[in-house]
Each structure stands twice: as structure tokens, then as C-alpha cells.
């Protein structure tokens, strides 16, 4: 009896380690699309100034497409649970559906990657290029002002692939940040009585509605970069009006103008 206990015990953690190293080698596959759509709209420079490497790209998206899978996989089960499932599918039950051959044993999964597909293309849409977000921030600060919040070699030459790749981790970072809003919002049971009667899907969601998570994670993503661009540039006009009145005192209190600028943009 211990012996068949103990067997038991290995055959599911044998299967557990399969299906995590199954999930994470999917979020590793999508986060590798994403790179190289993103590789083709920043263009090679651009992109290397961001993250040096295609695989250190690969390894900031992963956990947002890691997301992408975990919120297709809840929404999927969902729906294999739904008894309506049917009656608002054209009279399909799941497994009609979402699968293929007999009996659709692949449903699920064809579900899963659906979701987690459509979800990552629509942020990748609306991912913004991170070398015009800093000419934004260029225009918005004036050129010197730019320059000394980001450079960081002899006459700060630098200064916009230092912004670039800074920006681009802000980006991966809100993107990240929005996900786990968005997972606390696809599983809050009272959502759809705060959302005017839709569901998480129907709120943000497009066409078939598959897409709903990336919508989700894209618009307040977005709605987060334009708070910190704003900021940043507003924090850049207050310490060159601050550095000018007192450059000593400036010095003395901030050391450099790039930590002036952080200063005043994190404090709001």
C-alpha cells in the first residue's frame, strides 16, 4: 500500500513538472514572437539599444506572456464549465467549438492558445516604439534638459539609448503591472455588476471577445506611459527653472540633474 501511495505521489509531481515546464516553454515561444514583432517595428538599432540582446527581450516578455497564458487558461475553464456554453455558441458544446477531430479532446488547449494568442497580439499593437516616446520626451523637455537627465558618458552622447532602454523596461514593467490588475479584475466575482452588466470579456474585449485580456493589460499599460511621460517632462521644466535660480544649491541638493528630474516625477 505505502508502495503504490508513493508511486501515486511521483506519477502527479512527474506531471505537475511537465505541465509547468510545458507552460513556461509556450510563454517563452510567445515571448519570442513578441520580440521579433517588436525587433521589426523599432528596427535593429533601436532595439539592441533597448535590450542589447534578443534574448534578454525574450526574458522580459516572457512573464507578461506567462500572464496571457494563466488568463486564457481561467477564462477557458470558465467556459467549460458554463452550462449556457451551448445556447450561446451557435449550439455548440466546448468541445464542438474549440475542437478538432473526434471528440475535440483538443478543445481546451485549442481554447487556451486562442485567447493567449489574441491577447498578445493586441498588446503588441499597442505597444509603443520606445525610440519615439523619447523623441517625445526630447521635444517635451528641450535637447540639453534630455541629455542631462539621461546621458551618461563625457557630454551625456548617450543620452537617447539610455533612454531607450529605459523606457523600454518602464514599458515591460506597466505592461506587467497592468496584468496583475487585469488577472484581479477577470476573477473579481462582482465585476459585471460594476461594468454597467458586462462581463470582463464584453468590457474589454473585441470581435470574438478573445482578445479581452491583452485589451485589458494594452489600455492601462498605455494609460500608465502617458502618465509617466507627462510627468517626466514636467519634473525636467521644474529643475532647469530650479537649477537656474540656484545652481549651488542645486548641486548641493540633487548632485545631478537626472536625479533632480526622478525626484520631482516621483513625487508627483
Known amino acids: 500500500m505505502k508502495r503504490m501511495f508513493m508511486t501515486a505521489i511521483l506519477v502527479f509531481s512527474v506531471a505537475a513538472a511537465a505541465a509547468t515546464a510545458t507552460a513556461g516553454s509556450d510563454a517563452t515561444k510567445n515571448a519570442s514572437v513578441s520580440c521579433t514583432a517588436l525587433r521589426a517595428k523599432m528596427g535593429a538599432t533601436a532595439f539592441s539599444q533597448a535590450y542589447a540582446t534578443f534574448g534578454r527581450c525574450v526574458s522580459s516578455l516572457a512573464p ?3 500572464q496571457n497564458l494563466n488568463s486564457a487558461n ?9 452550462s449556457n456554453f451551448a445556447a450561446s455558441h451557435g449550439g455548440k458544446t466546448f468541445d464542438q467549438f474549440y475542437g478538432t477531430g473526434k471528440k475535440g479532446r483538443n478543445a481546451f488547449g ?3 492558445s486562442t485567447k493567449a494568442k489574441a491577447s498578445s497580439q493586441a498588446e503588441q499593437q499597442a505597444r509603443p516604439n520606445p ?8 521635444s517635451g ?3 540639453l534638459a534630455f541629455a542631462q537627465t539621461y546621458g551618461k ?3 551625456d552622447k548617450n543620452a537617447f539609448g539610455k533612454c531607450v532602454s529605459k523606457t523600454a523596461h518602464s514599458q515591460t514593467q506597466n505592461e506587467l503591472n497592468a496584468a496583475a490588475s487585469c488577472r484581479a479584475e477577470q476573477s473579481d466575482a462582482a465585476f459585471t455588476a460594476s461594468h454597467s452588466g458586462k462581463t470582463f470579456a464584453q ?5 470574438d471577445l478573445s482578445n479581452a485580456f491583452g485589451k485589458c493589460v494594452s489600455a492601462k499599460a498605455s494609460a500608465s506611459a502617458q502618465a509617466q511621460q507627462q510627468a517626466t517632462i514636467k519634473a525636467a521644466k521644474a529643475c532647469v527653472a530650479e537649477q537656474k535660480s540656484n545652481p ?9 540633474f537626472g536625479h533632480c528630474v526622478s525626484a520631482h516625477a516621483s513625487s508627483g
Open 74 to 82: 481561467a477564462a477557458c475553464t470558465a467556459e467549460q464549465n458554463d
Open 248 to 256: 549651488v544649491a542645486f548641486k548641493a541638493k540633487y548632485g545631478t
Open 203 to 207: 468590457f474589454y474585449g473585441t470581435g
Open 64 to 66: 507578461l506572456e506567462q
Open 110 to 112: 485549442n481554447c487556451v
Open 131 to 138: 525610440s519615439r516616446t523619447c523623441r517625445v520626451l526630447r
Open 153 to 155: 558618458n563625457a557630454r
Open 141 to 143: 523637455m528641450g535637447a
